[in-house]
Structures are given as structure tokens and as C-alpha cells.
């Protein structure tokens, strides 16, 4: 019997830990966290890892990078779990702005898309023009063709490449889906010797492991284009609207601009990113 | 109650689930005296005695130890530490031999400075000084249970509960504990209580015995009336009484009964009246066996021709049952197996005193 | 194959030069797994303990809570604590969402039923008379629960070795709750899988390498505890 009242006392002693915590307000202060919801390309790059150190310096901001992919990114700003974007996913991106879920939309930098394959090219695409005319080519031949398939930016830009070529690739054999980050699908599909679509500077970045060669470049529809969007504040109390702020302005200021302008030359020989701030759209 | 006693209880009830298995109406315990409770397995010795030592949860009952009562956590935990108990496992702690004797003084808070001079004493007193800093998983079973007595006495209990305490012990070292347990109890004028099933242990250590069935204490008394003078069936039968035969009384005078056993006749000792439905008991050491044809002596009233129906060795005795109509067990030694050439189915006679034949009254309806 | 051969060998050379990365992400582990293990130690073996112990109506469905906890998918966890820590959250407030609190509250949901469960498993295992020759020795309730976790103490030492080697080597929920960020919330684990993403063996195969080298002291430990005997 005493040992029941043990049991119920620390029962009852967990649970009053536990309500303790839940209520103390642990941040009265003004909100130092920036949560950045970006891409895997931007991450895996490293271009992230020279600009935010940075920022932080600068603002005494800190800056928690979530590198997720722009449709997962665009889904934590639609839900107010993340306080400022920097995605690459144009036509997603009009939609998010659209309803309301970000404001201040602004152009940042540009590298592009290539498709790279195995340097034996089965489908024989090796220096065409037309993305989507290669795309209709690999799929003529049945070439296999790895997809991120994650609703990614490039994921996005790979859709539209499918639908200017006039195929739907779903369902077919030779089409596969990953669903991982760019880095990892681009060594799946070195492993396996496939066909990808990638953005050039996760490419460069990885390409001594790789062996696969750039086969289709300079395109048009290949251009990929990244905008820093502040969420909401007036959808969501709880956004850090200062920071989001001044970490879109960072992004768009002449100091970074050159950063990025002269960002992965000396490593891998040409700028990754080319630095767009203040030009007028695209489109 | 006396000034004598040391630990009382009336009206102990105990149920597990529901199901009672402890109804004790009155039992007591007097200073310095070794009891002993027998009886078969399953028949709540154990639960008797950690009932006793205020272990196990009561549905019922006063407990009273040195005449006060002994209810709440905080009279409960003193009279706990007046009293120490050992188990049919040593249940020794992880640690050293000498650790383990001192965990007595150490759960009461004793210095360790202070505490060193008893328990050298103690693991001495019990023949394992040369073992205090050995660990407790690397002794032998005998070691270890003797550690465990250590340990008992290293606090200087009042009481002592001793739930099976040898039962897994081989003879010679039972023995040797045995004198040393006895030793440091005449010394130190300790009160035990003991839980057996070895009725020989219980025989031979106690002042007392009392018999359980049941849940219940069916007789107390010393061993000699115990064993000589079982109550019931169940009593007579734990305490070795092999022949147990049913008749009527047919004639009584001074004392001496004549008890008609199918159509013989058998003479006992007892206050009985004609026409009584009686049991006769008769331990089988008491009855001897004989060549067929032999004279036995006139010290002995029963004499009966018969035919051996079965031999069974039982340790260095037989067990023989000779058919005379009706059937008495004997116990013969080896040597007399071979004297007289002792076979089934040969002739031979036995013979049994009156004052031999224990009888009570019979309380079934029909004969067993 | 000779990318994995020169993966290995700039492993080693980061090893031996003792790397600051790398080291930074193994005192980051160790210090958010050793938190959470030391956080699931009082709580499981306290639980463990009393629930061996105590008979009260319910029992068997707590003890098989206990056990089924044990079997939960860390990666269920992760999700359920960030459900917890998002902004919109009921925790949201407390702003724990990526950063090393929220793998520690993670990990320690993951580890304490572990070591709740083979507390329990090691006191039940106690002969049951023990608890008994602790009270006759005069003890209290409080020191008869003291000596039996003494009584016990390797196997309850096996049980925090278990939740230990169970948190250090997650992945999922570290990655959820922590974000993974860099000189932050990055473990060994999730350190590992970016890092193997991004093409960079060599770094990947020297974290691999720290976090076998636990698993085997973990596991050397556990099985040292195991040959041991008991006293009689």
C-alpha cells in the first residue's frame, strides 16, 4: 500500500515537471531565431554556409537553415512554421504569393539546368538545342531517366520540360523517382548511369565523383531563377518579421551580390549562381 | 498472557486473492523457545511465519510483540528491526561476505568504525572469517548460508524466523550449521521460530511443535505428545504413523481396550467406552517382526502371524507391511532383513505393545 | 572503388588530425545524446522500478505501454515531437523547434522507455523473497527500493547502455526535430547522411567510423555486464 502512494507521488511529480515547462515563457526577449526554409541546391553548394555566417555577424540574427526542397519549403510558409523563403519554383512560388502566403517576392540570382547522363548517352542527346526535344528523345528510346520527384524546383522545371515535349512520363518504365535532394539523386543516377535533370551548381559542386557528363545546356526553359520571399506576418503572429526582413534585404545588397558573383570560381573554375538583384523579371 | 511471552497473535486472518489461507484463533510464543512449525506443503507455514514477523499483509488479526501491539509503519518497522529472518536461499547481496553480514547495521545507520568489531565477531561465531572479503557470488552453498545467518545474528535480534533454512543444505553441512546455529542461540538466548518439512529437524531442535493443515494449527505440543499423540488422522499421518486401522471398541477395563479390528482383536491403551468407532495408529518402529513360529515374549499384548506383502528400502531401513488380515507396517533394519531372511510372501509374525497403539476416535462415518 | 579507398584514406588523416569539424559534430553528439540517456536514466529506471514493484489495478496494460514503447519508430517520435514544437504548436512558444533541446526531448522520449522496460524487466528478475529478507533486515521502504536498484545495478547499467546506443545512432527524428544544422543541431547521424548526399565520402566514412567505434565500446560494455554471475 505505501508503495502505490510511491508510484502515484512520482506520477504526479512528472506530471507537474512536465506542466512547469510547458508554461514557463522561456523567450520573453524579442525574437533572435530566423527560420530560412530553403532548397537543397542552395545548401548543398555551400553558398549558404558563406553568406550566413555573415548575416548573423551583421544583424545578431541566428539563422536556422532548413534545406528541404521549394514545394516543402513553400508548404512550411504556407502553415507559418518558417520566416522567410529562398526558393527557386517560379510557378509554385506565383501560386504561394498569390494566396497571400508571403509578401515581397524578390529576384536574387540565377544559375541554370542541365541534363547530364552517363558519357556513353544511349539516347544520343549529347549537344541538342532543345531541352525538350531531348526529353523526347530519351523517352523514344526508353533511356532511363531518374526524377527527384519531390516537388522540388527542379522537380517543377523538370514537369515543364515533360510538358513542352508533350510526354507524360509517370507510369513509365523507364522513369523513376527518387524523391531525395539534388546531391543524392545526382549520385543515384551516376550509380545507375541515368539520365537527370540537375541545376549546375550541384553539379559542378559534386562532379569529380560523378562521372557523368553535361550532355544538353543553354536552353531557355533550362534557366533557374531563385527569389527570397518573406512570409506572411499578417497570416502568422508569430513570424520573425524583422528578421525576414533584413535577411531579404541582406540577399539583395551589393555586398552579396558580389559574393555570389564570384562564389565557387576559384574551386571549380566558373561563378555557380549569377547574381540578378534589381533586374527586371524574367518572364 | 504470561510475562513470559514474547510474540502473540489471535484471530490472524490471511487471504491471497480472495482465497483465506491463514486462520489462526490464537497462537503465542514464549522467550527463548525453539518452535517449530510442520506440515505438508502448501498447508501456509511460510505464510504463518512471515505473518508472524509482520511481512505479509493481514485481513485480520491482532499481533503483539513483548505484550504491545504492534500495528503502524512506524511500530512495525521497530519491531522489524528487533527481529532478523533467514530463508531457504541465502539471498546474499551482489557484494562481500563481509558487506552482507554488516547490511543489518549499515540499513540501521551504524558507523562502519564501530560496526567492524561485530561483525568479525559474528562471521566468526559462524566459522567464515577467512571469507569477509571474498565475494558473495564465488561461495559454496554452505558458506553462503552460513553468511546469511551471520548476517541474522550480526544485529542481535530478539527473534529469529527460520523459513526452510537447511532444506538445501547436504547432511554434513547441515550438521556442522546446525551445532554453530545452536551455539550462538543457547549464548544469546534468542527466541526461534521455524518453518520445516522435515519433521526429524523439527523433532530434535524444538521445544515445541505445532502442526498445520490447511491454514490451520490442528495441534501444538512438544514433540514427544506430537508425535506420539497426533490429534487427528492428518497430524498422525505427517508424523509417520504407517498403520492406521479402524474398529470398534469391544471391551474396556483399567484402561486397556480391546479394539476389534475386522475379526480380530487388538489391545490398546486409551479412555474409550464399548461400542466407540476408533483409529488405531502404530508408528512402525514400534512393531517388531519375528519368525513364523517364534514365542514372543509376554511383554508384548498384540501377536499376529501374517505374510509379507511388500519390501520397500527407505534409506537404511525397509519398510515391510505383513498382511495379518489386516496390514501393519514395520520399519527393520538391514541386519535383520538378512538375519531372518525376511521375503515377500514368507510367514512371520509380529508383535506390538498396547501401550504402543495410539488411538482417537473415529470421526468419519465409514471405516478408511 | 578506389573512391572509397581514397574516402577511407583522407577518413583516417581526418581522424588523426582531429578535424574541427568533425570533432565539433562528435562532442555535439555526445553531449545531446549523453543529456538525453541522462535524462531517460532517472526517469525509466525510477518508472521501471516502481512499476515492478507495485501492484495496483491496470498493472499489465502500463507494463505492456512500457514495452510497446520500447518498439515505437524513432522516426514516429520525431514526428510527434515536432507536431509538438511547431510554431503553431502547443509548444510553439517555447521557440525549440531546430535546436539541440528539441533532439535532446526526442531522444529522451525514444531512450526512457527502453530503459523503463529492461529496469522493470531486471527488477522482476530479483528472486521475489529478496524484498522480503530486506524488510526483515529492518529496512524502509525507500532503503528496501535502494538496495533492490543496488541488487540490480548492472543490468540497470545494460538498460541505460541499451537507450544510450539506441539515441546515438537515430537518424530521423534528429533530423526533423534538429534541421540539421550546421555547427548547431548536426550530429554524427544526420552529418553523415548529408554529407554522403553531397558526394563527400571522406568525411562521411571518418563519422561513420566514430559512430562504429561507440557501438563497439557500448556493446563490449553490455557484454562484460552480461557473463557476470549473481551471488546465491
Known sequence: MRMRNLLFAWILALCLASVFVGTTDVMASEQKNLILATTTSTQDTGLLDVLNPIFEKKTGFFVKTIAVGSGQAMAMGAKGEADVLLVHSPAAEKKFMSEGNGVNRMLVMHNDFIIVGPPSDPAGIKGMKSASEAFKQIAAKGAVFMSRGDNSGT???????????????????????????????????????????????????????????????????????YHV??????????????????????????????????????????????????????? | ????????????????????????????????????????????KSTLLLSLAGLVKRQGGTLLFKGKVVDNGTELLAFRRRLAMV??????????????????????????????????????????????????????????QRTSLARAFATDPELIFLDEPFAS?????????????????????????????????????????????????VQIGTPSEVMHHPVNETVAVFVGMETMLA????????????????HQSIYATGAFSTGDQVICFIRPESVMVFPSGYAADSSARNVFPGTVKKIQPIGLLFRVQIDCSFVLSAHVTQQAMEDLHIEVGMEVVAAFKATAVHVIKNTHLSSP | MDLILEGIKKAIWLLITLDPEVLGITWLSLKVSGLATFISLFIGISTGTLVALTRFPGRRIVVSLINTGM?????????????????????????????????????????????????????????????????????????????????????????????????????????????????????????TVMETGRGNFDVAIALGVILLFFTFCINAILTSIQQRERPR
Open chain 2, 169 to 217: 543444505l547436504d547432511p554434513p553441512t547441515k550438521e556442522a550449521i546446525i551445532e554453530d546455529l545452536g551455539r550462538v542461540m543457547r549464548a544469546r538466548h534468542t527466541t526461534a521460530i521455524m518453518a520445516t518439512h522435515d519433521r526429524m529437524d523439527a523433532l530434535r531442535l524444538s521445544r515445541r511443535i505445532a502442526v498445520m493443515d490447511g491454514g490451520r494449527i
Open chain 2, 247 to 262: 474398529g470398534e471398541v469391544r471391551g474396556s477395563s483399567c484402561g486397556v481396550l480391546e479394539v476389534g479390528i475386522n
Open chain 1, 155 to 225: 522537380n517543377a522545371k523538370e514537369k515543364d520540360v515533360w510538358k513542352a515535349a508533350g510526354i507524360n512520363p509517370e507510369g513509365q518504365i523507364w522513369y523513376q523517382q527518387t524523391g531525395l535532394g539534388m546531391g543524392q539523386t545526382l549520385n543515384v543516377s551516376a550509380e545507375k548511369k541515368t539520365y537527370t535533370l540537375a541545376d549546375r551548381g550541384t553539379y559542378l559542386s559534386l562532379k569529380k565523383n560523378l562521372g557523368m557528363d553535361i550532355l544538353v545546356e543553354g536552353d531557355k526553359v533550362l534557366l533557374n531563377i
Open chain 3, 71 to 191: 518498439g515505437v519508430p524513432p522516426v514516429v517520435v520525431g514526428l510527434f515531437v515536432s507536431i509538438f514544437l511547431w510554431r503553431n504548436g502547443p509548444f510553439g512558444m517555447l521557440e525549440l523547434l531546430y535546436t539541440p533541446t528539441a533532439i535532446i526531448i526526442a531522444q529522451a522520449v525514444i531512450a526512457t522507455p527502453i530503459v523503463a522496460g529492461i529496469s522493470l524487466a531486471s527488477i522482476q528478475k530479483l528472486p521475489e523473497a529478496l524484498r522480503l529478507q530486506i524488510l526483515a533486515l529492518g529496512a524502509t521502504r525507500i532503503q528496501m527500493i535502494w538496495m533492490l536498484i543496488k541488487e540490480a545495478r548492472l543490468p540497470l547499467l545494460a538498460a541505460v547502455m541499451a537507450g544510450f546506443g539506441g539515441v546515438i545512432s537515430e537518424v530521423g527524428a534528429s533530423i526533423m526535430v534538429g534541421g540539421n544544422i550546421k555547427g548547431y543541431t548536426r550530429v554524427l547521424t544526420t552529418a
Open chain 1, 229 to 283: 520571399i518573406e512570409v506572411n506576418p499578417a497570416k502568422w503572429s508569430k513570424v520573425n518579421t524583422h528578421g525576414a526582413k533584413a535577411f531579404a534585404e541582406f540577399m539583395v545588397s551589393k555586398e552579396v551580390q558580389d559574393i555570389i558573383s564570384t562564389f565557387g570560381v576559384d574551386k571549380y573554375g566558373s561563378p555557380l549562381f549569377f547574381p540578378d538583384a534589381g533586374k527586371p523579371e524574367f518572364e
Open chain 2, 87 to 144: 530463508f531457504q536461499e541465502p539471498l546474499l547481496f551482489d557484494s562481500t561476505v563481509y558487506d552482507n553480514v554488516a547490511a543489518g547495521l549499515k540499513i540501521r545507520g551504524i558507523k562502519r568504525d564501530w560496526v567492524r568489531p561485530v561483525i568479525e565477531e559474528n562471521l566468526a561465531l559462524f566459522g567464515i572469517a577467512h571469507l569477509a572479503s571474498r565475494s558473495a557470488c564465488k561461495i559454496s552453498g554452505g558458506e553462503a
Open chain 2, 1 to 44: 498472557m504470561s510475562s513470559d511471552t514474547i510474540l502473540q497473535v489471535s484471530s490472524l486472518r490471511v487471504s491471497r486473492g480472495g482465497t483465506p489461507v491463514l486462520d489462526i484463533p490464537e497462537f503465542s510464543v514464549a522467550k527463548g523457545e525453539f518452535l517449530s512449525i510442520i506440515g505438508p506443503n502448501g498447508t501456509g
